[in-house]
């Protein structure tokens, strides 16, 4: 049995964890980290854990809990986890970071887009960006990994195949994103108040959202050479769910069949990501609770363009299900584990 | 392997009853009965079971499935289950009924309250009315079980104690009960529509509601007399949850004490009922997609009045999680098989 | 033209004031006052005021603003309006109190209730409770109004002509309440955040809600004599509306008719008072927008019980609106100037 | 006082007029038509309008209601209007009509678009585009107003002045746009019920949404040249309000000065277009229940794109508000008579 422990299980993030954790075979959480609320009854914050989770919140002990747990789960602010992580604790522990602090693997525009020094640079090499669709062999090696931003994870799947193949030409691609509400967080502010939010939609973080140069990254990887995208996420009324519009030019010659067969190619197998050929607009409602991640496509014409969307669920495949997939593949287990549950819906 | 059959599997209790039998390890579903989508897929009805669920819509011919699965869940509107079943059927396959047509035992009280003639009061005896924690050894030799409805269960175990201890006047019994919009089934109606719905909240059924004899017949067998409540129903804009608001006046001499105690008698040891003793209001959110009912109360000195409070997930606790419960009852499962998945939230 | 000063005008009630009064031909706000935004323009704080309001926020200046304005309206949390009035101010220009500071008349209860002490107690008689359709004549003469709570608004006016008229039992009288999320304020509170308030119905203040004895003590002498109700509110994922399910048992011999003509004799010649004696509910969307308070009911033979239903939206009829309306009396306009929006929906 | 008449005031966008005209000075609503609710009173099915409005649903007779009103608006589906239009009503009364019938100047791209053959081609060149702000002068001598599509009004606009002024390259240009609810209408369909809107975002109509010619015409006019557009609608659960996110790439030399000064020197003195040049994305919430488009944008020097932002309430400046600022052209009142309510918030 994996012992886990949780840095920020009173974010949604890290409630999140706890929730697939309850429900994953040959893992517990047995430290449950929060500093808003230590030594309160974790139940009593999160009461749908009452009678299910009897712990009490403790503080963010990194050398504690390195000698307590074999995974750390870092839910937490950007900086916190590279101001904790060490050698030794690295050293007996594997760790999965929730937050952006060794996803790029470029310092300086890290610090440029997040506004705060790196406490950690030496790391941030080793470190695996857990996307474990593109870097599973990679992650099962590692120490230090890189749980992707929610945005992220969304956007890169829902293109990857046709940049990684070349049928679209990346520097026309724009992504348009819409999230609910979950991924603004728990934190008291007026504008995720409900009445603020409710009945609503607007955009934010327009041509500066600091999950583009992370999208840029990965698909450059893919595309072998750097290019630029427009990038913008959108506020939502609804708790869940990330929607993904991706808008691209489609390079001389590329047809519907060579598209569906790059996506076949890469995800038919892929046991949570789901890709439909039918042109019919895939819906976060059907992947709510899940860690699925549905694809589908249109191919427009008249403008020699296609239109990818790609759902998620923030919370899921966008933060906690994803890490507890990293996890999986940490510690040698199948893929899937814990992580069967359908879509709930409605 | 318990085979099982669902007859209206495209409808919203349907649909919960598929995802909850995905996750149940000793049953599975068979049989995707759905009169609306005869022959389409099944995933192209609910996309949340894309690459789940591959079967194709079927009729509801009951003979065969009397022959091809070992339980069926109709989940139906009222008149249908009562019009197929037969004694031939009920000596092959179990039923598990989540229409109204066998909870109440009185044939004139569902004439009058349903307004249709009822086809097969000669099995109403022996049904049994399937609120495990109340009946649970009946339910065990039963060949039909009556599953409760939303409101009924909440309601009644809510106050069940209470009643059954003689702690209140069951003739001061006011529960004014309000629930999510998936209660109201996915008929094609304006009054369910979005806009319709979203921003209002209403009572409907008011002194009229079918849930209100079946509330006073099983609280009447708990009190040992015959008495009247009022109930109303009310629409929330949002998907799941019930929440029960209870009102009656305390026996004279009654102590709070006196309340926890008959509280902790019934549910101590209930795996689906947890009951918060600090006053502490529950909120649907914390049931959301379980199959428990949180219960809470307070005590009003200045007007002798208790007020208790219920919530549960209405397609969980209040159709399809109950039906799974009483499905593990029959056929000598562990009661919380399959039901054992932490609520969602947010 | 009258001038209007609002202390807190940049809270939901006082924005909905900022909203009334730009459309009414006799009133104009000149003083947009908000301790937590001065200086700052009022509408970068309420973006749906660009272009329409080009003023700053300014402080809580009283004697300033008793000099600057003919009305002050306080929409500010309890205790500062009883803190800032005095005599000197009270002769210089009308104030109408949207705070609980001078609703009630015994300053006992009002310190019990709110935890605080009271610092004019030597108003509270001569203030005026503000209810327009029962008090109107006293308003009219008035300096001081303390406008009444939304809750109660909603709670008085659906029983009042019962209670006066003798037709219920009022000690039987319990009210059942439901609100939009705009009258938790505009506070940075992670209880009030979408993903709470989302998906989720709840009680709160169960017994000791703030309203409770405000309701008490006006019905009180509607009948000529003092009872104690039970009051329980709930939070409603909505932005605006209360609808309140109200309980009482019919004195004997009492039927629909005597019902319908004391309703008649109190509503049928108010403006705002609409009532339906066709048993349909209400609904919070039929009055989103509008200062109408919504009334219909229905008796219950078989409990000799009456279920009234009524509906305002809050921050109009329950806030603001009456506000203006009452207003409209002081300076003797037409009590319906600038009130005359018919409510929105969708 | 202007007479009026509305075929389908029944619809979202009828009963928006409705309510408009109710509050309009110059104007009386003399016929409420509606098919599905002949002999029905108005208010019964919009309640909002109880002891407001009086009237009695009555049929679609073109005749009669030429005879008895100054204006008839049509807010009925796609082909009614071009049905029942002629020579002679158009020789008695203005129509201005909400639906797509006169939009398209070109009748082969109506009837590909939408599927149906148009009743009276004879009509299309007379009528004219409705777009007040563009065609104001036409509108005016105008007898037949081809009232433009809700996502249109946004898209359009929102573009207009750098397209008009050559400020970006048309062939670059994508919309993607996210609508509320009340835009599919009050139909009964499974797909727009509350459990299936709600937690949910989606686009629909991908690259074939009937709206896309109609701004590809519109914007074309104003570059002096044809193009086609990528246009994608989306579905977000909440009632009114669309949101336009457009991309397009600046053309060489273009500062953030030229596009400041494009759009003021169109809107500057638009007494419904508010223009933000200080970046800050615009909100749905902003202009509910107005008639305002509201307008921001970012320059992203990374890409050399601009993302323009426009957003209005779908049903006002998106169907019944510019319908009545048409009527207001065509009667030589004053552009904003009737349409000056501030937007609503929350």
């Avoid at 724009?174 to 609503?200: P, W």
């Avoid at 934010?204 to 427009?230: M, N």
């Avoid at 993904?244 to 996506?263: H, I």
Wanted: proline share 5%; aromatic share 8%.
């Amino acid at each position: 049995m994996i012992k886990a422990g949780i840095i920020g299980s009173t974010g949604y993030a890290g409630a999140e964890l706890v929730r697939l954790l309850a429900q994953h075979p040959e893992a517990q959480v047995v430290w449950y980290g929060s500093r808003s609320y230590i030594d309160r009854k974790y139940a009593d914050v999160y009461r749908n854990m009452f009678q299910i989770v009897d712990a009490v919140c403790m503080d963010d002990d990194m050398d504690a809990l390195a000698e307590a747990v074999d995974v750390i789960f870092t839910a937490t602010p950007q900086g916190l986890c590279a101001s904790l992580v060490s050698e030794e604790i690295l050293s007996k522990v594997k760790i999965v970071d929730l937050s952006a602090d060794f996803r790029l693997k470029d310092v300086a525009v890290y610090e440029k887009w997040y506004g705060i020094s790196h406490k950690s640079p030496q790391f941030i090499e080793e470190a695996v960006y857990g996307l474990c669709e593109i870097n599973r062999e990679q992650v099962k090696q590692a120490r230090l990994v890189a749980n992707p931003g929610c945005y992220t994870t969304c956007s890169i799947l829902t293109a990857y195949p046709l940049v990684k193949e070349g049928l679209i030409d990346p520097s026309t691609l724009i992504i348009d994103a819409k999230s609910g509400t979950s991924g603004a967080g728990r934190g008291a502010k007026v504008n995720n108040l409900f009445c603020e939010v409710n009945e609503n939609i607007k955009a934010y973080g327009v041509a500066s959202h600091r999950h583009t140069p992370e999208i840029e990254e990965q698909l450059g990887y893919a595309a072998g050479e750097q290019f630029t995208i427009s990038f913008t996420p959108h506020l939502v009324p609804m708790n869940r769910g990330i929607l993904a519009t991706e808008y691209a030019s489609l390079k001389a010659g590329v047809t519907k069949e060579m598209v569906a067969a790059a996506y076949d190619q890469y995800y038919a197998n892929e046991p949570f990501v789901r890709v439909s050929h039918d042109s019919q607009p895939v819906e976060t409602r059907w992947v709510e609770g899940s860690n699925y991640v549905d694809i589908s496509y249109v191919i427009d014409p008249r403008t020699n363009r296609i239109i990818m969307m790609g759902a998620i669920d923030n919370l899921v495949k966008g933060a906690a299900g994803q890490a507890v997939q990293n996890m999986n593949l940490l510690f040698g287990l199948p893929e899937t584990e814990g992580l069967t549950q359908p879509p709930m819906f409605p």
